[in-house]
């Protein structure tokens, strides 16, 4: 990480030295790093009310879908026909259900930023379970019959086992899911202690170095999530 990401800083700082970008555009990020130390209470304060709602909306979410997926694994026909829905709703983008949550759940409240969490992260996690739970070939199934092994025994020794990777892969996905779904539906009201509503309202007033300093802090949020 430090072997790549220091010359891409240094790059960075150069690029807008030798071009004169404005800072506007694009701060140099000796002055990102500053203001973000400037600003650390702060962003410390906005990032943990975000990933509460990041925290419980992934929590929900991941722990409905692992639970729906394994109901659905059960019966094959339900999931055949389950999947194409569940794909579908969840490629309808954030900025479409944000408003919409809001409306339903209230602005202010946040339940209407844990029910979008919830509602990016349910589907991988059930995808990702069902595809898991039936990726046992008919081998290891015809291997567990020899045995006299029950459905249950065959559930418990075979398909979950093989659907552990399929599910923390998931769980790592979602992890990211969850605070771009906890950021972005802070753009459409809520809080204003939220990293959503203090990057839209950093860019709004041309402070794009604070604004720049959030996006820093949302970053680290989601890496220390992952």
Do not use: H
């Not at 690029?15 to 404005?22: E, H």
């Not at 025994?153 to 998931?170: E, H, K, N, Q, V």
Request: glycine residues 8%; hydrophobic residues 55%.
């Amino acid at each position: 990480v430090i072997v790549i990401g220091v010359p891409i800083l240094l790059i960075w700082e150069g690029v807008i030295f030798v071009f004169s970008i404005q800072q506007f555009l694009l701060p140099r990020p000796t002055v990102i790093l500053g203001t973000f130390l400037d600003t650390y209470p702060r962003l410390v304060a906005s990032a943990w009310g975000t990933f509460q709602n990041a925290f419980w909306g992934f929590a929900i979410g991941c722990t409905a879908g692992v639970l729906f997926g394994m109901v659905a694994a059960r019966f094959i026909s339900f999931s055949r026909a389950l999947l194409p829905i569940a794909i579908g709703l969840n490629a309808i983008p954030i900025i479409a259900l944000a408003p919409i949550f809001n409306n339903w759940f209230g602005a202010l409240s946040p339940t209407s930023k844990i029910a979008i969490v919830v509602m990016l992260t349910f589907f991988p996690a059930m995808i990702s379970t069902v595809r898991g739970l039936t990726s046992a070939e008919p081998l290891q199934l015809e291997l567990m019959r020899s045995y006299a092994a029950s459905s249950q025994d065959t559930f418990r020794r075979l398909r979950f086992p093989m659907a552990l990777p399929y599910i923390f892969s998931a769980l790592k996905l979602a992890t990211t899911l969850s605070m771009i779904g906890a950021i972005v539906s802070e753009y459409f009201g809520g809080s204003t202690a939220g990293l959503g509503f203090r990057i839209r309202d950093d860019a709004g007033l041309f402070k794009y170095p604070e604004a720049w300093a959030a996006i820093l802090m949302a970053s680290l949020g989601g890496i220390l999530f992952y």
